[in-house]
């Protein structure tokens, strides 16, 4: 059995790779206001699917572009 893999010691020296991978995880969500009843909705799929968007603070209509960080655990 090996040594354990580092955990992304970001501190430790020399500067450089830290033996771990993250992968970009990007979320397009745009907003709309429904035709027929005034609603706002959303979609996250590049408008296959439409959901209303009636919480309490709905999203202005426009696009937003969500950047996350998955980290690769192998």
Known sequence: MGAKPHD???LA???GAKNCD???QVQVQR???DRSSGRPVVTFDGGKTWD???GPNPVKAGTQ???GWQKNSE
Do not use: E, I
């Open 31 to 33: 907003t709309s206001t």
């Open 22 to 24: 993250y992968y970009p």
């Open 52 to 54: 209303y968007n009636d």
């Open 65 to 67: 572009v969500h950047v």
């Open 8 to 10: 992304c010691d970001w």
């Open 13 to 15: 020296a020399p500067l």
